[in-house]
């Protein structure tokens, strides 16, 4: 009986100094009516462009993949524009490759073919966030084909110009966002 009497004012304790610390936290704060919107999305979007509230569980997650984020990558999108002449093997944003199917324009040998690969390292806009593979298959009369992979300047010119290319989208995107004042403003230290 005394045991019940020490755990049962030990947790009386406990939550009077919980209470006391909660209360001087200043989770609420009254206001004034007048200065408050009654429709709730108007507060919502208020506190959204102060910076101010946090979500514990997220109700509008979607289950699967995120494929909506593909089409805002500057990087990804900036390669599918750069590769289009050419017809696609394998494109996975979740696996984050790009890969062409075998290719030969018009004016080379009929018996080269190029396939590019590129990887996507990191999703910003950096050198390294960038593989890019040239591969080059050149098949002989009896269609006995060698398939190498190509040392030369094409896979650093192909990725410069993603690059370009990406930067150019993102610069895009920021000037045309209906919320660049807050995409912009620098980070407090």
Same mark, same amino acid.
């Given at each position: 009986m005394n045991f019940l009497k020490s755990t049962l004012s030990l947790k009386i304790v406990i939550l009077l100094t919980a209470l006391f610390f909660l209360q001087n936290c200043g989770i609420y704060r009254p206001t004034d009516a007048r200065e408050v919107s009654p429709n709730a999305k108007d507060r919502v979007e208020k506190n959204v462009k102060e910076g101010k509230g946090f979500q514990v569980l997220d109700r509008n997650k979607r289950q699967g993949g995120v494929f909506e984020f593909a089409s805002s990558n500057p990087m990804w999108r900036a390669t599918i524009d750069l590769l289009d002449f050419a017809p696609f093997s394998n494109v996975d944003y979740s696996g984050g490759i790009i890969i062409t199917d075998w290719y030969s324009n018009d004016d080379s040998d009929q018996n080269e073919n190029l396939k590019i690969t590129v990887r996507f390292l990191s999703n910003e806009i950096r050198s390294d966030g960038? #593989?890019?593979?040239?591969? %080059? %298959?050149?098949?002989?009369?009896? +269609?006995?084909? %060698?398939?190498?992979?190509?040392?030369? #300047?094409?896979? +650093?010119? &192909? %990725? &410069?110009?993603?690059l370009k290319n990406a930067t150019k989208l993102e610069e895009f995107d920021i000037a045309n966002s209906p919320n660049k004042d807050y995409i912009l403003r620098e980070p407090k230290n």
């Open positions: 960038l #593989d890019v593979i040239v591969h %080059k %298959k050149t098949c002989d009369q009896a +269609n006995r084909c %060698k398939t190498s992979k190509l040392e030369t #300047d094409l896979t +650093n010119e &192909i %990725k &410069i110009a993603i």
